[in-house]
């Protein structure tokens, strides 16, 4: 096989590969989409925690605070920025939760010291 001939089956390959790649993400996309459960509140984003994927649907505020900005920091070192459905945090789902309570917790007192 010519050197020629071997690039354009690698270039096919690439393509078909490219091809089932995209039709996995519509599919993942009109899934996520056509579920009741994916509507997601303004100003709130979903976000995927644990082996399980376990959904949280959580402020977009919260992207602000330190500690959540350590945890997008991670998410995009573990899964890249091409996600797909919904943003995927590298974190025990246990860890995550008293991690919310905490964040609701320093959010009302913080909204109490400035009211």
Known sequence: MTFSSKMSVLFSLRGKKKKE????RENMKDSLLDDDEA??????MAVYVGAEMRRF????????????SVLMESAADEFGFDQ??????????????ELLKTTKKMMKSSRKTFS
């Open 21 to 24: 790649k995209d039709s996995r």
């Open 39 to 44: 509507a997601v509140p303004k100003g709130c």
């Open 57 to 68: 649907v959580i402020p977009t505020s919260y992207l602000r605070l330190p500690l959540f």
């Open 84 to 97: 797909v459905g919904g943003l995927r945090i590298p974190c025990d789902e246990e860890d995550f939760t």
